[in-house]
């Protein structure tokens, strides 16, 4: 009887680890890594709506943003576009992008 209960157990955590590890290899969502290289802070905009602040020399990252096309930009303190991307993501795919000045 105990054997049968720790084979089951070890069949189930063995089951639920691939599920999790399943999940991680093809997540379906995009995510965008921001590297602001500027000297200045940014207030980063995906789709229109704000993402967030990210101050110079740091990175960010927008997580689970969706296939598909997406505007994103970097907005100075002055409220002036630095840098504006159009993106195509394909399902679970990252886009990288560095911003080197402003």
């Known amino acids: 009887m105990r054997r049968c ?3 089951g157990c070890l069949v189930l955590a063995v089951v ?3 599920a999790g590890c399943h999940d991680s290899f093809h997540d379906s969502q995009c995510d965008i890594f921001i590297a602001n290289d500027s000297t200045c802070d940014l ?3 995906v789709d229109g709506w704000e993402a967030g602040l990210i101050r110079e020399g740091r990175t960010r990252t927008v997580n689970d943003v969706g296939p598909g096309r997406h505007v994103i ?3 100075d303190r002055n409220n002036r ?3 504006r991307r ?3 993501l394909g399902r ?3 886009y990288y992008w560095r911003i080197s000045s402003c």
């Open 92 to 94: 679970g795919e990252d």
């Open 73 to 75: 930009e970097a907005v």
């Open 16 to 18: 639920v680890g691939l």
């Open 86 to 88: 159009t993106l195509d």
């Open 5 to 7: 209960l720790f084979l």
């Open 81 to 83: 576009v630095v840098e």
């Open 43 to 45: 207030t980063i905009f």
